[in-house]
């Protein structure tokens, strides 16, 4: 992965999101999990998105693909940490380097992210 087609797949993601994301209404488990259904709405919706407009798998796209996935599920894995503890998420203001930096420390994990 270099940091050309991070930052173009990046941009392409995060311009989906909404500015913010009211994740008053959450509901916390006894196991330590936590589930907020506006933001998990709209991930759904870019996960959706996303796989509807992804390219054709081939050799060339493949990296493409694999990244957009794993970009856009570190984007929300990093807004489901912070609406732990805040009222409202802000995707666009999420620092690019941290998303970089798990999608890097993911990347041979793609069948079990971390969250």
């Not at 996303?50 to 054709?56: A, F, G, Q, R, T």
């Not at 694999?66 to 409202?88: C, G, H, K, P, Y």
């Not at 941290?98 to 990347?107: A, D």
């Amino acid at each position: 992965m270099n940091q050309q087609l991070f930052d173009k797949i990046y941009n392409e993601i995060i311009s989906l999101w909404p500015e913010h994301i009211d994740v008053q209404a959450k509901t916390f488990f006894d196991d330590g999990g936590m589930r907020a259904p506006a933001l998990i709405e709209w991930h759904d919706k870019i996960s959706d998105f996303l796989e509807s407009n992804l390219p054709e798998y081939s050799q060339e796209t493949e990296e493409y693909i694999e990244w957009s996935e794993l970009v856009e599920w570190e984007i929300f894995s990093l807004l489901r940490q912070n609406a732990r503890t805040m009222d409202a998420v802000y995707p666009k203001k999420l620092d690019k380097g941290i998303v970089l930096t798990r999608c890097l420390e993911n990347e041979d994990y793609s069948g079990d992210w971390k969250v």
